[in-house]
């Protein structure tokens, strides 16, 4: 067995909704995505949840709001940790790294289908920085 193993991820929540207060005649959608991860360590069992919001709803110049959850299981074997990592820095790094790429195409599957906006991508981030980030502002 490998030291972290990614055993399969479940959609825990996904929605779109469309701005009422939108204003089209606003040029520039400024679109910010939150992107926090909470986990949920029980022994070799690890549960990491990777959330993203994208839009507002109370905000003129943006068109919709976008909200996805993922859980993705995890496995992780301290006896194969022989550089003593840790399990913090497994999760940090690489468990939602692994859930990133589930969650960008839900986002982009979300706003494709709303029949009114092209479907937005989501960057190709180091999401372990920008959860840092967002930490260090107090909004993970």
Same mark, same amino acid.
């Given at each position: 067995?490998?030291?972290? +193993?990614?055993?399969?991820?479940?959609?825990?929540?996904?929605?779109?909704?469309?701005?009422?207060?939108?204003?089209? $005649?606003?040029?520039?959608?400024?679109?910010?995505?939150?992107?926090?991860?909470? =986990?949920?360590?029980?022994?070799?069992?690890?549960?990491?949840? /990777?959330?993203?919001?994208?839009?507002?709803?109370?905000?003129?110049?943006?068109?919709?709001?976008? +909200?996805?959850?993922?859980?993705?299981?995890? #496995?992780?074997?301290?006896?194969?940790?022989?550089?003593?990592?840790? @399990?913090? !820095?497994?999760?940090?790094? $690489?468990?939602?790294?692994? /859930?990133?790429?589930?969650?960008?195409?839900?986002?982009?599957?979300?706003?494709?289908?709303?029949? #009114?906006?092209?479907?937005? $991508?989501?960057?190709? @981030?180091?999401?372990? +920085?920008?959860? #840092?980030? =967002? !930490?260090? $502002?107090? !909004?993970?």
């Amino acid at each position: 067995m490998s030291v972290f +193993k990614f055993d399969h991820f479940v959609v825990d929540d996904m929605s779109y909704a469309r701005n009422p207060n939108y204003d089209k $005649n606003l040029k520039k959608i400024d679109l910010k995505p939150q992107i926090s991860a909470d =986990s949920d360590i029980e022994g070799m069992n690890v549960i990491v949840s /990777l959330k993203v919001v994208v839009g507002a709803l109370d905000v003129k110049s943006i068109p919709f709001q976008v +909200k996805v959850s993922v859980s993705g299981s995890f #496995e992780y074997d301290s006896e194969q940790d022989e550089a003593s990592y840790g @399990i913090d !820095t497994f999760i940090r790094n $690489n468990a939602v790294a692994m /859930l990133y790429p589930y969650v960008r195409s839900l986002v982009a599957n979300l706003t494709m289908s709303s029949g #009114e906006y092209p479907g937005y $991508n989501l960057p190709t @981030i180091n999401v372990s +920085k920008a959860l #840092e980030k =967002s !930490t260090d $502002n107090g !909004t993970a």
